[in-house]
């Protein structure tokens, strides 16, 4: 299967733009940020590549969908859209040093989609459960949202760094500026809110039509309505109380924490979301 | 009244209005969520006995804890939302309404003079020429213009975009009120059942989720057929039910069903759910003459009849019996037949599914055997009603809008001073926005650049 070496190899791509865009931020090498943009393009390309490529596949074994039906393509997409989000952030903010907080996500992303024992790069047909097409605006809407918060999660974290309160070393000293840094974590969680919005909404309607049900409080459902909540408390927060800077950072770093728990956590827990068991 | 002490209204009013409340509340709803992910809900008693014990079980039970999202204390929370929500909104709406509405005068010049986002130049020609030279193109690119003279002579002009995106968080706010009504109404006015209908058989009454309590439906549900496809892997790829709707016995309604894509019916919903399998009730017999060793074979259901060649007689299949027995020794499940011989007494003939041979003990002058037992389905279906749920989606819908509109649109507005400066004037360009405030200055200087080129400066 051509997919899966092509994704492979976008594995190692991203490790390579995330390698470079932390050494140039921690050697301070300006030098080093072009390549690692390039880097980041060239990996997104063949994680595209990838993607349809499966997708193809699927049709040749007779099965025929879009590769976001598992553990194993739901991460390959996510890695995909992190890079996407990134790069876009890059551009219209100046700033490359905000790929050494995210590029990395989109390396683990790929990384534990390959390596772990757990997940299963095989094609798989879909349980009828499956075949919708709101599955589709389910998991990309998701999804989305899912990277936003991802980067936004990286920047919070720089504004974290930058503004701690024991003297700021050479390193923090090298990141943008607080401002910027603020502005961009609130645009971020904006679109990602957006976007899980979207996403919830898009799971809802799947399955009222699948299951006659829009909303269950299963252990995922639920999950995704208290990442929802959180980051509806830091636009609130932020739009009427004025919050700034720290606390809108630190509500960043928990919205995303509640983000990977409804991603991989909720697997640990009892109940079922039938798309998630890992495979 | 002492005008220092607020009434409990007032006090209450503006408790309920205050976004600290939504913080708290939507912080406590987000971790009280949690817990009700962490205990299994709507289990056996039994499986939380065993899980935390008697004690634990009892202490639990009476927070409601097994069935959290719906007990008292978080529908509490929920409706306090709501109030919140309603109470803020109005008081906002209330406060801004003018604005809203589009029926505050245009602002004085003076509004702009301390905005950040600013341009200024100087132009050759006077005020009222520029004044009439810009009001095109300021119309196209922001909007309607109002124009006045100011005091020092000059030309003010005032105009204004995306006034109504104000509308947008009332909106997202309305929509979150929506799904709850939504909601209400589903449980208020609805019912979530099911039933099981065994291929060929009709049935009029379902079977309530959460009571268990019997209902009859307005009309009757018969399934004709159930097929399930699988994957070479021999995971499931497909289930189909082929059903009929009927009232008064009469068809109104043929349709298959997948599990995406249910059958409505006067506002009830039918979805495939599951499925069972039932000993068959089409079966393939074999009827062997004792004389000249001919094996004849029919495929018959309850109430066939056939006439075997060679005048061997007449045998109708009566019914299936599960678990039958002969002599007191269970055979099974098996079918029994009449079978009426040419001369004497008809005599009943016990078929067991699992013994072919059975009937070789009869020594008569036909065997009779069952050969294949047709499988038989029984479809599983969830059978809801749900008025709420067009309300619901309306409030989906709302919702993407208005958040697309709070987040990406903004309410603009500008403001173009001309002063008279030596023989031509001097311009300044001021914009405000209500958000994205960063986007200002960009848009400031194309502006600019517009007027500009229009005054050849
Ligand atoms: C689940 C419930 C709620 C959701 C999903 C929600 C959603 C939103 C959103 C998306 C915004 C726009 C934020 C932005 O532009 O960055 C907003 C603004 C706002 N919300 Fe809520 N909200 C909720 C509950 C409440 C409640 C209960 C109150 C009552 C105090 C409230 C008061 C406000 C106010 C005052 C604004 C700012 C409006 C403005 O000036 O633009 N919200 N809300």
Not at chain 1, 227 to 242: D, K, Q
Not at chain 2, 18 to 40: D, N, Q, Y
């Amino acid at each position: 299967m051509t997919s899966s070496i092509l994704l492979s190899a976008t594995t190692w791509i991203y490790g390579l733009a995330a390698f470079l865009y932390v050494a140039a931020w921690v050697f301070h090498r300006r030098r080093l940020e072009a390549p690692a943009t390039g880097a980041a393009a060239v990996g997104l390309a063949a994680n595209t590549a990838g993607f349809f490529l499966r997708w193809a596949e699927s049709y040749r074994l007779g099965m025929g969908h879009a590769p976001l039906s598992n553990l194993y393509e739901s991460l390959v997409f996510f890695a995909g859209m992190i890079i996407l989000v990134h790069l876009v952030v890059e551009r219209r903010s100046g700033s490359r040093v905000i790929g050494a907080f995210s590029a990395p996500f989109a390396f683990l992303a790929l990384a534990y989609a390959s390596l772990s024992p757990n997940i299963s790069d095989r094609i798989q047909p879909l349980i009828p459960a499956l075949k919708s097409n709101w599955l589709i605006a389910h998991v990309v809407t998701c999804f989305v949202g899912y990277a936003a918060f991802a980067v936004a999660f990286g920047v919070s974290l720089m504004y974290l760094l930058r503004t701690r309160r024991a003297a700021p070393g050479r390193l923090a000293a090298r990141l943008p500026e607080p401002p910027l840094l603020d502005e961009w974590t609130h645009r971020l969680v904006v679109f990602g809110f957006l976007f899980l919005t979207a996403g919830i909404i898009t799971g809802a309607v799947w399955a009222n039509t699948a299951w006659g049900r829009y909303w269950g409080w299963d252990p995922k459902e639920t999950w995704s309505l208290i990442t929802w909540f959180v980051y509806a408390t830091l636009l609130h927060a932020r739009l009427v109380s004025g919050w700034r800077g720290r606390r809108i950072a630190v509500l960043s770093l928990v919205g995303f924490g509640a983000v990977l728990f409804t991603y991989f956590g909720v697997n640990l827990l009892p109940g079922l979301h039938s798309y998630q068991s890992p495979g | 009244m002492n005008a220092s002490r607020p009434s409990l209204g007032s006090a209450l009013w503006d408790g309920f209005a205050s976004l600290r409340l939504t913080i708290v509340l939507l912080l406590l709803l987000a971790a009280t969520s949690i817990l009700g992910t962490l205990i299994p809900q709507n289990e056996a008693p039994a499986t939380y006995r065993a899980i935390f014990g008697d004690t634990g079980y009892r202490f639990f039970r009476a927070l409601d804890l097994f069935d959290m999202y719906h007990s008292w204390w978080f529908q509490i929370l929920v409706l306090l939302l709501a109030v919140n929500l309603i109470v803020c909104s109005a008081e906002r709406i209330s406060r801004q309404w003018a604005l809203l509405a589009g029926k505050l005068p245009p602002p004085e010049p003076r509004r702009f003079e301390g905005v950040e986002a600013r341009m200024t130049f100087e132009a050759p020609q006077d005020p009222a020429a520029l004044a009439a030279l810009f009001e095109p193109l300021i119309r196209r690119r922001v909007g309607r213009v109002e124009g006045r003279g100011t005091e020092t002579g000059g030309r003010f002009l005032f105009a204004e975009s995306g006034r109504w995106s104000r509308w947008g968080v009332y909106a997202v706010h309305g929509s979150v009120l929506l799904l709850l009504l939504g909601g209400l109404i589903g449980s208020r006015f609805g019912f979530d059942g099911f039933v099981n209908i065994p291929e060929g058989e009709t049935v009029q009454t379902i079977q309530l989720r959460n009571t268990g309590e019997r209902i009859r439906l307005p009309f009757a549900i018969r399934c004709e057929s159930f097929q399930v496809s699988f994957y070479p892997s021999g995971a499931p790829s497909e289930f189909r039910s082929r059903l009929v709707i009927l009232e008064e016995g009469r068809e109104v309604l043929r349709r298959d069903i997948l599990v995406n894509d249910p059958l409505e019916y006067r506002g009830i919903t039918i979805y495939q759910s599951s499925y069972g399998t039932l000993p068959g009730r089409e079966v393939r017999l074999s009827f062997t003459s004792r004389d000249t060793g001919m094996v004849y074979t029919r495929e018959m259901k309850p109430g066939d009849e056939f006439a075997i060649p060679e005048g061997l007689g007449t045998f109708v299949l009566l019914d299936q019996r599960p678990n039958a027995s002969f002599r007191g020794s269970p055979v099974g499940d098996a079918f029994v037949g009449r079978l009426v011989p040419p001369q004497g007494e008809p005599v009943e003939v016990l078929l067991p599914i699992r013994f072919p041979t059975f009937d070789r003990m009869r020594r008569g002058e036909v065997v009779i055997a069952v050969e294949e037992v047709k499988q038989r389905y029984s479809t599983g279906l969830q059978v809801n009603r749900d008025p709420g749920v067009p309300v619901v989606y309306a409030g989906f819908v709302l919702m993407l809008i208005g958040c697309y509109v709070t987040f990406f649109r903004s309410h603009r507005q500008v403001g173009l001073r001309l002063e008279p400066h030596g023989g031509g004037s001097r311009v300044s360009l001021a914009m405000t926005a209500n958000k994205n405030r960063l986007a200002l200055p960009p848009a400031v200087e194309r502006l600019a650049q517009e007027l500009r080129r229009l005054c050849n400066v």
